[in-house]
């Protein structure tokens, strides 16, 4: 079973930055395809951004494309997640996930999760 720990969270302004983290236990986290959603206050959660097991794919939710990156370290077992240009629509608890589909963007497709961290934007 894959642990996952989220980190990096916190408080920006509008149009700042912040990159969040995700630490797996497992070795085997080289095998797997990651992805990060966000779950705003009284809304679904959401795919915001995921990554193929080997990093040489990637794919972003329209409302994220072209403001965040997301990339992988398997040597770290980590995978992270740069926000730019932070609106203060981007608030919500933010949650790393891995599963074994390839270009997944649904929470079924995903086996494993994390706690989640909480990012907040001030306009």
């Known amino acids: 079973q894959v642990q996952l720990v989220e980190s990096g969270g916190g408080l920006a302004q509008a149009g700042g930055s912040l990159r969040l983290s995700c630490a797996a236990s497992?070795?085997?986290?080289?095998?797997?395809?990651m992805g990060w959603f966000r779950q705003a206050p009284g809304k679904q959660r959401e795919f915001v951004a995921g990554?193929?097991?080997?990093?040489?794919?990637?794919n972003y939710a329209d409302s994220v494309k072209g403001r965040f990156t997301i990339s992988r370290d398997n040597a770290k077992n980590t995978v992270y997640l740069q926000m730019n240009s932070l609106k203060p629509e981007d608030t919500a608890v933010y949650y790393c996930?891995?599963?074994?589909?390839?270009?997944?963007?649904?929470?079924?497709?995903?086996?494993?999760w994390g706690q989640g961290t909480q990012v907040t934007v001030s306009s």
């Open positions: 990554i193929r097991w080997s990093g040489s794919n990637t």
């Open positions: 996930a891995a599963g074994r589909y390839l270009a997944a963007t649904t929470q079924a497709q995903y086996d494993y």
């Open positions: 497992e070795r085997s986290f080289y095998s797997y395809n």
